[in-house]
């Protein structure tokens, strides 16, 4: 084996692999090192060993930010669509859909980008014609839940709408949609690669 697939197996600092089996108890560990370790309590060193396992962190002092703002990317999106009672299917494509966007280019605030992307899957979701979040709907029609929201996060209504248009064409262009008719058997959905 070379050393190129052992790294591309294994990951590296700026991408590990953090699905891997190590499992640190580091709150069952009591005492102290009488060596000279980074941390000389055991909790907090083998605590420090569990971020290096995880990924989070990469070193001594350096954490790995890519992997800190996805995390927090994909708890923001998750809290915002269990709060909107989105289904498994609606969170699950809302967290793809957020976490593909590019919000730095954006320039948006991230609680309105993920609001907008909740609102844009409930619209788009073909089972579920009863919940209407869609901007634009009148507030009699829409769902209190989005309504409630829209006033606990602080937004606006214009910045609803033109923030709803922008993620909306911006989906629309980048990722296909998903099709309800999909044969299990055509591993492909289009008869072929």
Do not use: W
């Not at 009488?34 to 000389?40: E, H, I, K, S, W």
């Not at 060193?45 to 070193?59: E, R, S, T, Y």
């Not at 269990?82 to 966007?101: K, N």
């Not at 602080?154 to 709803?164: D, H, I, M, Q």
């Amino acid at each position: 084996m070379s050393a190129k697939n052992n790294v591309d197996r294994l990951g590296s600092y700026e991408n590990p692999n953090t699905r891997n089996a190590t499992y640190f108890l580091a709150d069952d560990v009591d005492g102290s090192f009488l060596a000279d370790f980074r941390y000389l309590e055991k909790p907090k060193h083998f605590g420090h060993l569990k971020k290096i396992n995880n990924g989070f962190c990469l070193g001594l002092n350096r954490y790995n930010d890519k992997y800190v703002t996805r995390e927090m990317a994909r708890d923001h999106i998750e809290a915002l669509s269990s709060q909107l009672d989105l289904t498994i299917r609606e969170r699950t494509q809302a967290r793809r859909y957020f976490l593909s966007l590019d919000r730095e280019k954006l320039g948006l605030e991230s609680s309105l980008v993920a609001y907008s992307v909740c609102c844009y899957v409930v619209e788009q979701n073909e089972r579920n014609k009863q919940r209407r979040c869609h901007p634009n709907v009148p507030d009699e029609d829409r769902d209190n839940q989005f309504k409630q929201m829209e006033k606990s996060l602080n937004l606006g209504p214009r910045s609803v709408v033109k923030t709803y248009g922008k993620i909306q064409n911006r989906l629309e262009l980048t990722i296909p949609p998903v099709r309800e008719d999909f044969d299990s058997s055509d591993s492909y959905g289009e008869g072929g690669i």
